[in-house]
């Protein structure tokens, strides 16, 4: 009964900075890893990020490390990815996802995540 909905998308030139929430319902918020996920058209969904249900842990795809930063408010119930400078080749759309609890698979793997929001878009123009 997980529901994501994810928000900050928009349009923004190469070098600027956007942060994406991600609205969790759900009592089990606080002990599920959440992740970020892109996918651009015709393109596989790709692995961005991850994070830990207490947000001790985090995980980037290494392109973007440096760049990105993932981090959690239990208290809200929310996820957040903050994008900062920004590439045309980061335009996709950015979709929150919440964990399986079968822990042998990958954090990287979109098959390891049970449920997943509508995705915001992000475009980035030179």
């Known amino acids: 009964q997980v529901q994501l909905v994810e928000s900050g998308g928009g349009l923004v030139q190469a070098g600027g900075s956007l942060r994406l929430s991600c609205a969790a319902s759900g009592r089990s918020f606080s002990r599920t890893p959440m992740g970020w996920f892109r996918q651009a058209p015709g393109k596989e969904r790709e692995f961005v990020s991850a994070i830990s249900g207490s947000g001790g842990n985090t995980l980037y795809a290494d392109s973007l490390k440096g760049r990105f930063t993932i981090s959690r408010d239990n208290a809200k119930n929310t996820v957040y990815l903050q994008m900062n400078s920004l590439k045309p080749e980061d335009t996709a759309v950015y979709f929150c996802?919440?964990?399986?609890?079968?822990?042998?698979?990958?954090?990287?793997?979109?098959?390891?995540?049970?449920?997943w929001g509508q995705g915001t878009q992000v475009t980035v123009s030179s």
């Open positions: 996802a919440a964990r399986k609890s079968d822990y042998s698979i990958s954090y990287t793997y979109k098959n390891g995540y049970a449920y």
